[in-house]
T-cell receptor, first 114, second 111 residues
Framework: DAGVTQSPTHLIKTRGQHVTLRCSPI?????VSWYQQVLGQGPQFIFQ???????GRGNFPDRFSARQFPNYSSELNVNALLLGDSALYLC?????????????FGPGTRLTVL | QKEVEQNSGPLSVPEGAIASLNCTYS??????FFWYRQYSGKSPELIMS????GDKEDGRFTAQLNKASQYVSLLIRDSQPSDSATYLC???????????FGSGTQLTVLP
């Protein structure tokens, strides 16, 4: 079975632009979480969606938004890009959104903001 | 106090030795704990999950959990150069039960 897929793999944008990142979860998984990882740090939680509803949001500004579609795929949108948004954006898929559910990461999208 | 703390390393061990990675967490209500391995330039890969006090073994990997001490560890037996990576400890917490990560421990296994 295919794992978590993300697109695009790499992206270069300039300050002030907008970006959309996409994620498809493992087949049968209904929850998607987004994380941001900057160099030298562990991933930081941005959003979690389960059954198309937002279940949680991390400490990120309103420039960050996301949604989950009926097929459980998800998009992360970032408006008015800043240099500090340069990072690896990770999507993680889990069966549900319960405590014991393991999360599996996709390959990530590396965003560079110039 | 950070929510999840790991020894930043780097940690170097010779091939065939046991590598010991440690992690402490601050939220006593946490019930689920995970170890991920991340190779340079790649995404995190789940190695182990542990939910109950004690040891959990999977091949060369053993996770240990002590909720009273708020401590999680990962032992890698018979370390191989291919184990060289950053190891991330993660704890589920918060209303969404999201993963909260430590900053990782960089492990190098010397041939």
């Amino acid at each position: 079975d295919a794992g978590v897929t993300q697109s695009p793999t790499h992206l270069i944008k300039t300050r002030g632009q907008h970006v959309t990142l996409r994620c498809s979860p493992i087949s049968g998984h209904k929850s998607v979480s987004w994380y941001q990882q900057v160099l030298g740090q562990g991933p930081q939680f941005i959003f979690q969606y389960y059954e198309k509803e937002e279940r949680g949001r991390g400490n990120f500004p309103d420039r960050f938004s996301a949604r989950q579609f009926p097929n459980y795929s998800s998009e992360l949108n970032v408006n008015a890009l800043l240099l500090g948004d340069s990072a690896l954006y990770l999507c993680a898929s889990s069966l549900r959104a319960l405590d014991g559910d393991e999360q599996f990461f996709g390959p990530g999208t590396r965003l560079t903001v110039l | 106090q950070k929510e999840v703390e790991q020894n930043s390393g780097p940690l170097s061990v010779p091939e065939g030795a046991i590598a010991s990675l440690n992690c402490t967490y601050s939220d006593r209500g946490s019930q689920s704990f995970f170890w991920y391995r991340q190779y340079s330039g790649k995404s995190p890969e789940l190695i182990m999950s542990i939910y109950s006090n004690g040891d959990k073994e999977d091949g060369r990997f053993t996770a240990q959990l002590n909720k009273a001490s708020q401590y999680v560890s990962l032992l890698i037996r018979d370390s191989q150069p291919s184990d060289s990576a950053t190891y991330l400890c993660a704890v589920k917490r918060g209303s969404a039960r999201q993963l909260t990560f430590g900053s990782g421990t960089q492990l190098t296994v010397l041939p």
